[in-house]
T-cell receptor, first 111, second 114 residues
Framework: GQQLNQSPQSMFIQEGEDVSMNCTSSSIFNTWLWYKQDPGEGPVLLIALYKAGELTSNGRLTAQFGITRKDSFLNISASIPSDVGIYFC???????????FGKGNQVVVIP | NAGVTQTPKFQVLKTGQSMTLQCAQDMNHNSMYWYRQDPGMGLRLIYYSASEGTTDKGEVPNGYNVSRLNKREFSLRLESAAPSQTSVYFCASVLRLTSDNEQFFGPGTRLTVL
């Protein structure tokens, strides 16, 4: 299946710091999504991006759809303890009706 | 609205046993999906159903069968469980397959096969 390269795989950050993570692919996507998964729960959609170059915010979260359509990044500003979890990127290939997921980025916030 | 619900939450099976994982959504969504999540592997699609009455294989369908019982319910069956099927299983739904983006996920079923 289509692979998304998500980096880094894990991050330990101090409370209050900003966090950035990105996702890349060798293929062109027409939709990029960012999900968060809390321990013992299913993924929850954070941000959806539909246009190349689009920059979208959701509270302290900001995500961008790369101009090349092959990458996306997610930024979390002023991290708090409840930001702990696994963050997944997902993409929908142009002409394909299914999502491809990255392997996830484990974020740990140190108080 | 309960969203997407899954039963059971936890299950332990012996090799060779069979079981069915249940999923239901109350959002009037047309398309439903089954994924498995393994450490370091992300989410991998097992089967999906674009609409009531249709099902299609995903990335890792071997060892599984599915039934789209009605618009609300999509079940996943393991006929003869194997230790390699130890995983966390997630069901998801979306309004329409052609808008296959904002998928809503259930809480997951944690399956251990001994």
């Amino acid at each position: 299946g289509q692979q998304l390269n998500q980096s880094p795989q894990s991050m330990f950050i101090q409370e209050g710091e900003d966090v950035s993570m990105n996702c890349t692919s060798s293929s062109i996507f027409n939709t990029w999504l960012w999900y968060k998964q809390d321990p013992g729960e299913g993924p929850v959609l954070l941000i959806a991006l539909y246009k190349a170059g689009e920059l979208t915010s959701n509270g302290r979260l900001t995500a961008q759809f790369g101009i090349t359509r092959k990458d996306s990044f997610l930024n979390i500003s002023a991290s708090i303890p409840s930001d702990v979890g696994i963050y997944f990127c997902a993409g929908q290939l142009y002409g394909n009706n299914r999502l491809a997921f990255g392997k996830g980025n484990q974020v740990v916030v140190i108080p | 609205n309960a969203g997407v619900t899954q039963t059971p939450k936890f299950q332990v099976l012996k090799t060779g046993q069979s079981m069915t994982l249940q999923c239901a959504q109350d959002m009037n969504h047309n398309s439903m999906y089954w994924y498995r999540q393994d450490p370091g592997m992300g989410l991998r699609l097992i089967y999906y159903s674009a609409s009531e009455g249709t099902t299609d294989k995903g990335e890792v369908p071997n060892g599984y069968n599915v039934s789209r019982l009605n618009k609300r319910e999509f079940s996943l069956r393991l006929e003869s469980a194997a230790p390699s099927q130890t995983s966390v299983y997630f069901c998801a739904s979306v309004l329409r397959l052609t808008s296959d983006n904002e998928q809503f996920f259930g809480p997951g079923t944690r399956l251990t096969v001994l």
